[in-house]
Every structure is written in C-alpha cells, then in structure tokens.
C-alpha cells in the first residue's frame, strides 16, 4: 500500500504543480524535505538513540524490563499473541506505550525503535512488516494521550481563557482513536490482500529465515538485590514522591521561582493563576503536568541505580547499548528522505489547497468546519507545518472559538502517521507495511471525527 501512497504523492505533486505553474515550489520541496530528513531528523536523532539505547540496556541486563513484561502478561499477550512470552519486545514496546501517554517524545521514539528491533528478531519475512509490528504501530499513531501539552502551550500563548479545556477532550478522542486503531489491524491482518504467506526457507532466504527464527540472546541472570538495596530502592523512590507532591501542591510563589514546571506546561503570562487555582481540573492537571515532567529524570536515575545494585556494570553496559543508536539513525535516513520529499513536493504543488477544495462541498453539510481541514489533511504528513496551520487558525478565529477548540484537539488526539511509519519500519529495513497505513490512517480518521463531535457536545 504504501508503494502506491508513494507514487500517487509524487505524481500528482508533479501533474498539480504543471497545472498551476508550481513546478518550482515542487523541485523546492522536494531539495528543502530531504535536506530535513538527513540534517534536522536523522542526524540529531543519534544523541537522543544512543542515551536511550543505552539506558534499555541497564533496564535489560538488571531484569527490569522482564519484570515489567511479566506484570503485563495478559494484556500483551492478548494484543500480541505472535510474541513469545518474555520476549525483550514485550518490555521495549510497553516502555514506548508509556512515554507516549506522558507525552515524552524524545523518549518515545528511541524506545519505538529498540521495539521494532526486538520485534525484527521474529520475523520470519524480511523486509515485510508482521502483525505485532502493525499492531504496535496502530498502537503508536492512535497513542492515548494524557497531556497534549503543545496543543496547551499554543492556545496558552494565544491568550484563550482556558487553555486546558481540551485535555479531556483529547484523552476521550484518542481513546476513540486507539480503539479504533487496535480493532482495524486485527480485522484488516485477515485479509487476503495483507496476509502474510508461510515463510519458505530458500537457498537464497535460507541465512535470512534462519536469523529471523533464532531466539534473542537473553541478558545474563542479574545478582539479587542485596540486604540494603531494597531501602535504598525505598529511599529513592519516596524522594521522587516526596518531590512529586511538593511540586504538584507547592504555593504559585515556588513555581515563579524555579519556572521549571511552568514551562512545561504553560507560558509565563498564564502560569500563575493556573497554579492559585485549585480546583479539581487544575490540580489534575498539575498532578499529570508533574508526572510528565519527572518521568525522565527519574528514569535516567532509577535504571542506573538498581542496575548497579544488581552488579551490573552500569558504564560499560551503557556504552554497549549506546553504540547502537548510529547505525539505527543511518538505517532509517533513506527511507525518511523517500517519505518526506514525496510530502514535500505535493504540499509544494498546491495538493493540499486541492483537497480541501473538493472536499468542503461534501463535508460541510455533515457539520464539519471547512477551515479544520488543511490541518486534518496535513496532520499524517507533517508535525511542523501542522502546527504552523493551528497556529494560524487559533490568530484567526479566536483561541476559545468552537473550531479553535476542535483543532486542539485534533492536534493532540492524532499523529504524523507517514513518519511514525517511515522512521519504525525504515529502522529494521521493512519495506512493505501490509495493514499498517491503513489502520493507523483509520486511527487518525476516527480521532478526527471524535473531536469534532465530543468538541460539539463539550463546547457548543
């Protein structure tokens, strides 16, 4: 699917962009997305591969990511039953899963990709997407979403009276939309036209096949916890509590003083009254703003220390796993580079103006706001011009209109379904997607149509 998704972007970027004398624009977009995809994605994502790589590896090598599995058993085993019980993508992707519900991005992504990974060791089809790995990007694209904290900042900066008003609009949207994402790829993982054939060992395949059956290499039984790890555990662990409580309940005066959570969260010009109200919405807030905000300091913490209490070497398996974050970021560059410039050259040629124009005729009457849509339409493409189109609505209309609302809530209930895409499956080599596009566009169809009616039954 994603082959002709591919050639339709470029083909009619070019045959768009004739009739309206944007060839120009096109070869533009094409030159300025895949410098983007190499320079502002690809190269910048090495850091941020190899801190998190190498934090997996002391979660791996202490047994926390085992545990975490072990805990979850029943739910993953449901949601991927492909995936042997114990396997290290069952802890991989349950980490991802979390980071995407705080909303921690820079973390998210270099969990996803140390899931795919673990998911790549049992494929049995090279270079074809399997059904754990569909599944887990249904999972990803239609993310529950705690916190939409740009789509927050934004309307925080425009000056609306209640910026927070969609946070629970949002939460509710991408329920709807996860719902919808998990039952489209089970349902679509059937048919005949993504069914995955029985795997058949060739003189060609057979080294492929071979490596793609052989189990993971199981990290080395760690040291038990000795007398005094558990309080040291304890200690930690009630500190981040401790901390977590002050900063949630701590008076305005504070949060001026440290501007740490207030960025976070809101601007300066509205981060004072938000914290002298307390009422239960704001204190919610506050208490998910909170969470988000220590999950990584925590993390990078935590990991090291109960790593070390179980006598691993924390540097040394550090490095290790750190050396894997370049050679990830080098595999994913083509196939970002041959996603974005396909994006680049149809928004050049004036595709997206197109669509809307065809399609307002039709959705109007359904009562679905025209001006939402060059946001809808951009939204599996790209992140960045997304926001730029909200931005421009909200200056617009009003940062407290109905249809300001519905966008913030799109914003923060759907994803960039063709990066997600191009960045997962281009780490592991996977060319073709089968389901994938399909549902995680279905995802993001169903999360737009639940922010516009629970928007409507919230706000109107």
Not at 49 to 67: F, I, K, P, Y
Not at 186 to 193: A, D, I, N, P, S
Not at 254 to 268: E, G, V
Request: charged letters at 10%; hydrophobic letters at 55%.
């Amino acid at each position: 699917m994603l082959n002709y998704l591919w050639l339709a972007l470029v083909a009619l970027a070019v045959f768009i962009g004739a009739a309206t004398g944007r060839l120009a624009e096109v070869t533009s977009g094409a030159f300025q997305m895949a410098d983007t995809a190499v320079m502002k994605i690809a190269l910048p994502l090495v850091g941020i591969m190899a801190l998190w790589l190498g934090v997996m590896r002391l979660a791996e090598r202490s047994g926390l990511v085992q545990q975490l599995a072990r805990a979850l058993r029943a739910p993953m085993r449901l949601l991927f039953p492909d995936v042997p019980e114990g396997h290290p993508a069952m802890g991989s992707m349950l980490m991802n899963m979390a980071a995407n519900m705080l909303g921690l991005a820079n973390a998210a992504t270099p969990l996803g990709l140390r899931a795919m990974r673990d998911l790549e060791t049992l494929n049995k089809h090279p270079g074809t997407a399997t059904n754990a790995m569909c599944t887990f990007l249904a999972i990803n694209t239609s993310s529950i979403q705690l916190l939409p904290t740009t789509a927050i900042a934004i309307l925080a900066t425009q000056h609306s009276q209640d910026p927070t008003a969609i946070v629970g609009t949002a939460f509710l949207a991408t329920v709807c939309s996860t719902i919808a994402g998990i039952t489209a790829v089970k349902w679509m993982q059937g048919w005949r036209l993504f069914r995955l054939e029985p795997a058949v060992a060739t003189a060609a395949s057979g080294a492929a096949a071979t490596a793609a059956e052989a189990a993971p290499e199981l990290p080395p039984e760690p040291a038990p916890l000795s007398a005094w790890g558990m309080p040291v555990i304890g200690l930690l662990l009630a500190a981040f509590a401790a901390l977590f409580v002050w900063i949630t309940f701590a008076p305005a005066s504070y949060h001026d003083a440290t501007n740490a959570l207030h960025a976070r969260i809101f601007p300066a010009q509205v981060a004072a009254p938000a914290w002298e109200d307390n009422s239960a919405q704001h204190v919610a807030l506050r208490a998910v703003g909170t969470l988000s905000l220590l999950a990584v300091p925590f993390l990078l913490l935590f990991f090291p220390v109960y790593a070390s209490l179980r006598g691993v070497k924390v540097y040394e398996e550090f490095v290790e796993g750190a050396k894997e974050g370049f050679q990830v970021a080098l595999r994913v560059i083509p196939f970002l580079v041959a996603i974005l410039v396909a994006i680049g050259m149809f928004r050049g040629a004036g595709g997206i103006e197109a669509l809307k124009s065809a399609l307002a005729p039709l959705l109007t009457p359904l009562g679905f706001p025209p001006d939402l849509l060059p946001m809808v339409l951009v939204r599996p493409l790209s992140g960045s011009a997304t926001t730029g189109l909200f931005t421009e609505l909200i200056q617009r209309l009003g940062p407290d209109a109905l249809t300001s609302r519905m966008a913030g809530t799109i914003f923060g209930s759907t994803e960039t379904t063709f990066y997600v895409i191009a960045v997962y499956f281009g780490s592991v080599a996977v060319r073709r997607a089968r389901h994938a596009v399909a549902a995680g566009l279905f995802a993001d169809f169903v999360g737009v149509v639940a922010s516009v009616v629970i928007c409507r039954l919230m706000f109107a």
